[in-house]
């Protein structure tokens, strides 16, 4: 059984930074990892994913201010996320992957005030 338990979600003014990190416990993740949101009223999305090889992909919105980055001797993948603007505020979930399956931490609320 793999858990994902994310940190560093909280309050952050306009233009601020934060630093979310996402450690996984239970098997070490060979796969894929990525963090995902999902603002009141819409759909989740992907905001950055990173391979086991730590090559990165970002969606088009965050390209520049976002950075995730991995630790695998940690079990551990980071969200940087910088010049934060009030469409960011979601909550924003770990999504992990070995072999066949997926995994999903319960979430942490980012919220951006003006």
């Known amino acids: 059984q793999v858990q994902l338990v994310e940190s560093g979600g909280g309050l952050v003014q306009v233009g601020g930074s934060r630093r979310l990190s996402c450690a996984a416990t239970g098997r070490f993740v060979s796969g894929a990892m990525a963090w995902y949101r999902q603002a009141p009223g819409k759909q989740r999305e992907l905001v950055a994913s990173?391979?086991?090889?730590?090559?990165?992909n970002y969606a088009d919105s965050e390209k520049g201010r976002f950075t995730i980055s991995r630790d695998n001797a940690k079990n551990t993948v980071y969200l940087q996320m910088n010049s934060l603007k009030p469409e960011d505020a979601a909550v924003y979930y770990c999504?992990?992957?070995?072999?066949?399956?997926?995994?999903w931490g319960q979430g942490t609320q980012v919220t951006v005030s003006s």
């Open positions: 999504n992990a992957h070995i072999s066949v399956y997926s995994y």
């Open positions: 990173i391979t086991s090889g730590t090559s990165t």
